[in-house]
């Protein structure tokens, strides 16, 4: 019984999947975080561009 409870507090192979999940869940987030900033600056890009075109198409067919 003593061998079973020693082999089993060295038994590190449960610690070792426990440290990979935890970086796995740190990446996701951080990729998380860098996708909704890069939303953001990419959404804020494209209207800048279409408020560009519309002025630019309204000002050239009002004549």
């Known amino acids: 019984m003593k ?3 020693r082999k089993f507090i060295k038994d590190e192979s449960g610690a ?3 440290e990979y999940g935890l970086i796995a869940a ?3 987030v951080a990729a ?3 996708l ?9 890009m494209f209207t ?3 408020n560009e075109l519309n ?3 309204s000002g050239a067919g009002g004549g």
């Not at 909704?36 to 804020?44: E, F, N, Q, R, Y």
Request: hydrophobic content about 50%; overall charge neutral; cysteine-free.
């Open 3 to 5: 061998a079973t409870i």
């Open 16 to 18: 070792t999947a426990i």
């Open 26 to 28: 740190l990446v996701s």
């Open 32 to 34: 998380i975080i860098a």
């Open 36 to 44: 909704k900033a890069m939303g953001t600056s990419l959404d804020t």
């Open 48 to 50: 800048s561009v279409s």
């Open 55 to 57: 002025q630019a198409s």
